[in-house]
């Protein structure tokens, strides 16, 4: 049998046809990606939309304004955030979680070259109808998030336009999901995890809470930008995760208006912030209302001004005007010659008005004593307690009889001891 002879074809497939049939291929698989990570960040965009629940903060419904002042007002082209802190949140119990720092309202936008933030502190006292007088931490233990913003909007005539309520563990969770962090601030930058913004955090004055956060969220915002559900699925999921669980808002601050507000945050920006001034009694603890300076910050924000420009009242400027109005007189109760007039140099010297010196009816005091008629007058209480502070922990004797020097109504009447002599 013949051996069979093998035989190829010459015909060779044109170049073009080659070419356009690896494009095909390649197109099948960028197609096939492009369907994969478009269904991936379907089911992500899903995820945050079914995770990421709002707030019910009736509040700031515009049908809510028969409980609340209908002349709250703000900047048109302004956006007013409140913005609260809380304890650790624990779905298992039903009870709000306390405020962990004070209350700040945030305004951007508008008139405003650079965010805006006022701190007003969890010891302020509000009016609640139907409750009387509480503290703003009290408020939000009696009605959480939506309870704080009417009484907020109720004391400031602010407008405010959405709310968001952080836990202690939101920022130290997004820091340990995005680690290493990179923030950065004046001091330049770091790279961080949980551990280190919980410790910032732990240690932080009010004033710093504002500084280290705006940071973190600076950080948080250029980490978390379009491409990143993208690009990171899995680590965008974990975000959500945290942002679900640790952080609160009403249903307009939900998806693309908070990833605005994030823009706004996300370059290195300075901000105006200050912090409400309130006077404590040092020695009773009480809250003294300072209504003007409130006012004066409050005004600001209703007017996109910085928060304190040239003329706002501080706390320095109101205790210099009760120690203005306050009357006090010194009497030398120790025996021992030109103590009286030692004391008044000092007291002076700290800016209280001293009407004079004399001498007590007896020379045998040991103990320093501060008289004035309590509960008349804050001013007078508050300096009071000035007086008795400046004196080395003199000791305050509320009288209910109204007190003289050289038949001239006084309202502070110090005895001075044996303990004020520091000749020895």
């Not at 640790?246 to 200050?274: H, K, N, Q, Y």
């Not at 001239?408 to 001075?416: A, C, K, R, S």
Request: aromatic letters at 4%; glycine letters at 8%; charged letters at 25%.
């Amino acid at each position: 049998m013949p051996a069979r002879e093998l035989s190829f074809s010459s015909t060779r497939v044109p170049p073009g046809r080659k070419a356009l049939r690896i494009a095909g291929v390649a197109a099948a698989v960028v197609a096939t990606f492009l369907g994969i990570w478009l269904a991936v960040v379907a089911v992500l965009w899903g995820y945050t939309f079914l995770r990421l629940g709002p707030e019910e903060v009736p509040a700031l419904s515009e049908e809510v304004t028969a409980l609340g002042p209908s002349d709250t007002r703000a900047p048109q082209d302004a956006t007013t955030v409140l913005v609260t802190m809380t304890g650790p949140v624990d779905p298992t119990v039903p009870r709000e979680s306390p405020l962990e720092g004070p209350v700040a309202l945030v305004q951007v936008g508008g008139p405003r070259e650079e965010p805006a933030v006022l701190l007003l502190p969890a010891e302020l006292p509000v009016t609640i109808e139907g409750l009387g007088e509480l503290t703003l931490a009290e408020v939000q233990l009696e009605g959480g998030l939506d309870l704080v913003t009417r009484a907020v909007a109720e004391y400031s005539a602010v407008r405010i336009d959405h709310v968001a309520s952080l836990s202690v563990d939101a920022l130290p969770e997004l820091a340990d999901v995005l680690a290493p962090l990179e923030v950065c601030g004046s001091t330049g930058c770091r790279q961080v995890d949980g551990a280190d913004v919980r410790a910032q955090l732990d240690a932080a004055e009010d004033p710093d809470l504002v500084r280290i956060t705006a940071e973190v969220l600076q950080a948080v915002a250029r980490r978390v930008d379009g491409r990143f559900a993208a690009t990171s699925p899995l680590q965008a999921r974990r975000v959500v995760d945290v942002i679900g669980a640790e952080i609160a808002t009403d249903v307009s601050l939900r998806g693309t208006s908070l990833l605005a507000m994030a823009d706004v945050f996300a370059p290195p920006v300075r901000i105006d912030r200050d912090t409400l001034p309130l006077i404590v009694n040092p020695e009773s603890g009480a809250i003294l209302p300072l209504e003007e300076p409130a006012m004066v910050r409050f005004q600001a924000l209703q007017d996109g001004t910085p928060l304190l420009g040239p003329g706002g009242i501080t706390v320095e400027d109101v205790e210099q005007g009760f120690k203005d109005e306050v009357r006090l007189a010194v009497l030398n109760g120790a025996g021992i010659d030109g103590l009286a007039g030692e004391v008044e140099v000092r007291l002076q010297a700290e800016g209280f008005q001293v009407l004079g010196t004399g001498n007590a009816p007896s020379f045998d005091r040991e103990r320093t004593v501060v008289n004035y008629v309590a509960g008349e007058d804050d001013a007078v209480d508050y300096v009071a307690a000035l007086v008795a502070e400046a004196l080395d922990g003199a000791a305050l004797e509320p009288l209910d009889t109204a007190l003289e020097f050289e038949g001239e109504p006084v309202d502070l009447l110090i005895t001075i001891g044996t303990d004020q002599d520091r000749s020895g």
